[in-house]
């Protein structure tokens, strides 16, 4: 598996060197677009819309938008020194709270903690004392230039990392419009749903629950591809050396010749004024 990241989770007096792993994966099926016209895909370009033209990496800088079309600059000298102030490489546990305590509207991603050089016997106290006690740990960590709050706690025998948002990240439900205020429901409805629920209720089995929608795209490409209904991209043409060759000669042949005309042209000019001049002495 993977390693995305080293550091050591400290708690107390504590030091566990460890290593994080992605523990999810998006198996979202990524479709491209192509031109209809030949088929090729679709090149998505940076462009500013002001100059009209292309930009490159080195032509582009990071800014923050306070305000409609209102920018304050940030260089990236600025945003490696405020990264390299807060990437120490830790997580340390702040607090140890009961995992019910916490809504699942907090979670946001999972990864797994597994031990690194000489932190086996550290890993394996932690561990045991999370279980023991029924808690889990509240800690900070510095992910892809960005603080994150985060739980640890354990599953299945091993160490599990979840971020989670922070306080100000979770929207109000207050401004969630039209919910209905608590009303009188009907007795025999009320009871009625909660027989379907009961009819319901079984034990969580992650397994027994499949993408649907995937598995049907899966297989109607798997169908297409089977029956040879694909399509090649066709390749950008290569560039003709010959003729850019003959482009190039032949420009550089037009600039020439305008450049001769430019100088015939003045000393035509300069030849006429000679002439002229010749002529005003003889007549003085």
Not at 8 to 37: C, M, W, Y
Not at 136 to 142: F, R, T
Not at 171 to 190: A, C, F, I, M
């Amino acid at each position: 598996m993977h390693t995305m990241w080293k550091g050591t989770i400290s708690f107390g007096l504590v030091n566990i060197p460890v290593k994080l792993h992605t523990a999810t994966e998006n198996k979202d099926i990524k479709l491209r677009q192509l031109h209809k016209e030949c088929e090729s895909p679709i090149k998505y370009e940076k462009v500013c819309p002001v100059c009209e033209k292309e930009v490159g990496q080195d032509d582009i800088v990071r800014a923050f938008e306070y305000a409609k079309n209102k920018f304050v600059k940030l260089s990236d000298e600025e945003l490696k020194e405020l990264k390299e102030e807060n990437s120490d490489k830790s997580v340390e546990i702040v607090d140890f709270v009961k995992l019910e305590e916490i809504d699942p509207i907090y979670f946001e991603k999972s990864y797994y903690l597994s031990p690194n050089e000489g932190g086996s016997k550290a890993y394996v106290l932690l561990r045991q004392a999370l279980e023991d006690t029924g808690k889990i740990g509240i800690a900070k960590i510095m992910i892809r230039s960005k603080e994150q709050l985060a739980v640890i706690r354990v599953y299945q025998n091993t160490l599990l990392m979840e971020t989670i948002h922070y306080p100000d990240e979770v929207r109000s439900v207050g401004d969630v419009q039209n919910v209905p205020e608590e009303g009188e429901t009907v007795k025999k409805e009320l009871d009625t749903a909660k027989m379907l629920i009961d009819q319901l209720t079984t034990e969580f089995d992650p397994t027994k629950y499949t993408d649907e929608y995937r598995n049907a795209l899966l297989e109607l490409i798997e169908a297409r591809k089977n029956a040879d209904e694909v399509t090649t991209a066709k390749e950008k043409k290569a560039p003709d050396n010959v003729t850019n060759l003959m482009d190039a000669l032949e420009a550089s042949l037009q600039k020439a010749n305008k450049g001769q005309k430019k100088t015939t042209k003045k000393k035509t000019t300069a030849s006429k004024k000679s002439k002229s001049t010749k002529k005003v002495k003889k007549e003085a």
